[in-house]
């Protein structure tokens, strides 16, 4: 009975809650933006230009200097204008949050991406000022992929659809349950990206990533074909589904691109091929769109299939019982 009494009060708070198109606009725009220093720190790795600029934080003896952007310092100045960028934008959206959020756990979240953005500015000085090692660069890359996750997630919270009520979705008895399973893809993927990272910045065998592919694939097939085959009505559950199988085949695709061009025919190139280039960044971007969709997934899965909240809400309110 305590249980369905606080499923009624989120309820009335989630009615409660405006939606703000401002600031839902800004979260997408950050969310993009984001990924395009994704896209930016793939070039810097595909290009070698890694110690293009040696030194941290200044460049070149300087803070705010613009350097000659050629060779390589376009690449590696250019990833660090376009991650200063970021870092303002994120310290705007986490002072913003704690203004006109209601949602405790969402202004957490906000200065939980600061905090985020901050460690990985450290740790992108800590590569350069200990000459690029790999165990530094990989987490460097895996953090990035999570802040840009964080990012996706807070446009998510803050859309109108997330703010309107809906039905809870009942769901037999599975193993495991469909939120489970599509968190642990979720996880899968996130793993796969570290392996990808690691393998990039040269501190591993390319083996333990293709071993990872394969359970990848294997895992987001079975929770994309769970979803579309029970869930295929529900909008905000197939739409995420179709676009996560698509970004899959495309993206083993562009992973066999990038095995050919880099490891059989321009393992010997004294400097990287403009197709390889391509064909790796392009692997790296995809592979951050397929982590971001498949945490969408994950959390609107959980959002809208809770067997817990449905049986509560069934001796207290007749509809729309899930929290935003």
């Not at 590696?76 to 310290?91: C, D, K, P, S």
Request: include cysteine; glycine fraction near 8%.
């Amino acid at each position: 009975m305590l249980h369905g009494l606080k499923v009624q009060e989120l309820v009335l708070i989630s009615r409660a809650i405006p939606y703000k198109r401002a600031y839902h606009r800004f979260a997408v725009f950050l969310a993009w933006a984001t990924f395009l220093l994704i896209v930016a720190g793939a070039l810097v790795t595909s290009n070698d230009a890694g110690m293009s600029v040696p030194d941290w934080p200044t460049s070149f003896g300087s803070i705010y200097k613009v350097p000659p952007m050629v060779g390589g310092v376009k690449w590696e100045h250019g990833h660090r204008m376009i991650a200063e960028f970021i870092g303002l934008l994120i310290i705007v959206m986490a002072v913003w949050t704690q203004r006109v959020e209601p949602r405790k756990w969402m202004r957490t979240l906000g200065w939980i991406a600061l905090a985020a953005v901050i460690g990985q500015g450290v740790l992108g000085g800590m590569t350069v000022l200990n000459f690029l090692p790999w165990s530094i660069s990989t987490a460097h890359a895996t953090l990035g992929q999570m802040i840009f996750c964080i990012t996706v997630a807070m446009a998510l919270f803050a859309s109108r659809e997330w703010l309107q009520d809906h039905d809870p979705i009942a769901e037999p008895d599975l193993a495991p349950g469909t939120p489970t399973l599509a968190a642990l893809a979720a996880v899968c993927v996130l793993l796969q990206l570290i392996l990808g990272a690691a393998f990039r910045h040269s501190g591993m065998k390319l083996l333990p990533h293709l071993v990872g592919a394969c359970v990848v694939t294997a895992m987001l097939c079975w929770t994309v074909v769970r979803v579309l085959a029970r869930y295929g009505s529900v909008e905000h559950l197939r739409k995420p589904a179709q676009l996560l199988l698509a970004l899959l085949m495309f993206q083993l695709g562009l992973g066999f691109a990038a095995y050919l061009t880099r490891l059989t025919y321009g393992h010997n190139a004294e400097q990287p091929w403009q197709i390889m280039v391509i064909s790796t960044v392009a692997h790296v971007a995809c592979g951050a769109l397929v982590l971001a969709v498949s945490v969408v997934l994950a959390i609107q899965s959980r959002r809208m299939i809770n067997v817990h909240v449905l049986e509560a809400a069934a001796h207290t309110v007749p509809h729309k019982a899930i929290p935003v």
